[in-house]
């Protein structure tokens, strides 16, 4: 659906992205995850056509994406409307600015406020909502064209607990029915409702780590011990090569390559130790994001 | 078009519920008043107010005529003073949309840049003019009860001519927005890139002829009803307002 391909973008002289490559699929919700000043806006501002870039394309199938304009929903980081427009006016105004008719707009308006839980907000004015209000309203306007690719930055950072929570529950219902990119660097918020997350660091793309990347990548092993060995040492064996002591009786175990369970609990019987549970140990999104934006 | 009309009825709407067409307007309304009324009643004003003491004025002085208090009016009230609060009102045309986020919004829409700007360019226009424009006819009306008739038909010329000034201080401060994120600096440079336009006009004849200011010479000249309609001084202005847009359009489109 969407593929950027060895984007360059410089700004006052300062490289903001190099050679930028990925592509999205249909339907898929990817998570865009980095540290403040990675270049995350300065992507999704190249992708939606608010700023032009030197070198690479940006297609949206097959075909330049600024082409493409009717077909995307954004959600800018600042949500400050014309205050003393209502909620209805805004997504009235917006609407237009998308080519939309009079007539289609006056149905879809009170329906779009619906979806978003601000049915009864309609009347009232900007000025007059929460900041979670604001956020919702912004999705409404990036969804009042029935877009169908779907681009939030930093959705939630802004909001308190109330507020986040409600975002949260509407990005969840969205995704199922539109291609969703988040950017965020609040990475829970990002593990529950991402498909797949393309990691930047300094304008480059450091990772593109797939949902079941965790499940995939077999090389480490939880293992609790009945008899605890005198040295760790003793828990090494031709598959693993490294032993971390996490608690007196829990071992992470860390192999060169993937590890098979039967043969680790093959080698702990033949060495008589005692085993109580065994499982691969399931990294989170928020330590595979750390190991790849950390400087060592 | 629908986009055009979208986005400059949205500004025109902002002004009014910001109440900017009453605020501006009065402020022009309260120059266009003072200038005819101290040149009429100066001496009056001084043996009133007091602190005169030392100061005498001529009881045979020459009156000024109409057009030299019309001319007094637009160059050192609107010109100067009417200038600079113009400028300030003009300071978050661009600046506010950045900062709220309404620029990303309109910009992910189907909507040019150019469309952006130019709406931006004409709702500013309309409402300066407006306020200008009401102001100059109050001191018109002014002047000429006090001062005797003008011709109307000059009057509205110059008014043309002026709002082709205007037009290129809007333009203006909108390339300026997209230099410097700041209101307040936007607001310091622009005025001082107008005065610099004014005051470059005046040292030689190709920098009269090369600068954006040299309309307001042409607009002057209609007060002075010197029928001297130099079109190239029209270009000039017309061509530096093209020129500030499309630089305007590249720096938002980079940055």
Redesign the interface.
């Known amino acids: 659906m969407i593929t950027v391909e060895k984007l360059h973008k410089t700004?006052?002289k300062r490289k903001i992205l190099s050679d930028v490559t990925f592509s999205i699929a249909e339907g898929e919700c990817v998570g865009l995850l980095g540290p403040n000043g990675a270049g995350k806006t300065t992507l999704i501002?190249c992708m939606?056509?608010?700023?032009?870039h030197e070198q690479g394309a940006i297609t949206f199938n097959s075909t330049p994406i600024v082409q493409h304009?009717?077909s995307?929903g954004?959600l800018?980081?600042?949500?400050?409307?014309?205050p003393?427009m209502t909620c209805e006016e805004s997504l009235f105004?917006?609407g237009?600015?998308?080519?939309l008719d009079k007539e289609f707009l006056q149905g879809n308006i009170s329906a779009v406020l619906k979806e978003v839980g601000l049915e009864e907000k309609g009347h009232y004015k900007v000025e007059q909502l929460s900041g979670g209000m604001k956020q919702r309203l912004g999705i409404a306007?990036a969804i009042l064209h029935q877009p169908l690719l779907l681009i939030l930055d930093e959705p939630v950072s802004a909001l308190d607990p109330i507020g986040r929570n409600e975002v949260k529950k509407l990005i969840a219902r969205l995704k199922k029915r539109t291609t969703v990119i988040i950017s965020t660097h609040i990475l829970d918020d990002a593990s529950e409702f991402c498909d797949r997350f393309i990691i930047i660091k300094n304008g480059r793309i450091v990772g593109n780590i797939n949902d079941d990347f965790q499940k995939t990548e077999r090389k480490q092993i939880l293992v609790k011990m009945g008899n605890v060995p005198k040295t760790s040492e003793a828990l090494k064996s031709s598959e693993v090569e490294g032993v971390e002591c996490l608690s007196p009786n829990t071992f992470l175990l860390t192999g060169a390559k993937e590890l098979h369970l039967n043969k680790v609990v093959n080698d702990f019987a033949a060495k008589e130790m005692d085993i109580t549970s065994i499982e691969f140990y399931e990294r989170g999104i928020e330590e595979i994001f750390l190991e790849m934006v950390s400087d060592t | 078009m629908?986009?055009f009309y979208?986005?400059t009825r949205?500004e025109l709407v902002?002004a009014a519920?910001?109440f900017k067409f009453i605020w501006l307007t009065l402020f022009f309304v309260i120059l266009g008043l003072t200038q005819p009324l101290i040149t009429k009643y100066m001496d009056v004003i001084l043996e009133n107010v007091g602190g005169a003491d030392g100061i005498t004025i001529d009881p045979n002085r020459p009156v000024p005529s109409s057009a030299e208090v019309l001319l007094s009016t637009i160059s050192g009230q609107f010109n100067q003073i009417g200038l600079i609060i113009l400028i300030i009102s003009l300071m978050g045309l661009i600046a506010a949309d950045r900062?709220?986020?309404?620029q990303?919004?309109?910009?992910?829409?189907?909507?040019s840049l150019r469309s952006y700007l130019v709406s931006k360019l004409a709702g500013h226009w309309i409402i300066s003019m407006f306020s200008i424009s009401i102001g100059a006819v109050v001191s018109y009306v002014y002047t000429i009860f006090l001062f005797g008739s003008f011709s109307f038909s000059n009057f509205v010329l110059f008014l043309l001519l002026y709002s082709l000034w205007i037009l290129f201080v809007v333009s203006l401060a909108i390339l300026i927005s997209t230099f410097v994120k700041s209101p307040i600096l936007i607001a310091v440079t622009t005025i001082a890139a107008s005065i610099f336009f004014i005051l470059i006009k005046g040292f030689n004849h190709l920098l009269f002829q090369l600068s954006p200011g040299g309309i307001l010479n042409l607009a002057e000249n209609q007060l002075l009803s010197v029928h001297d309609l130099n079109y190239f001084s029209i270009a000039t202005c017309l061509a530096f307002i093209s020129l500030n847009l499309s630089w305007a359009s590249r720096n938002l489109?980079?940055?």
């Not at chain 1, 237009?96 to 080519?99: E, T």
């Open positions: 700004i006052k501002k939606t056509g608010i700023l032009q304009k009717k995307i954004y800018s980081q600042q949500t400050d409307f014309k003393w105004f917006f237009k600015l998308s080519g306007q | 629908t986009n979208t986005l949205t902002e519920k910001e900062n709220s986020g309404m990303d919004f309109i910009l992910t829409r189907p909507v489109k980079k940055a």
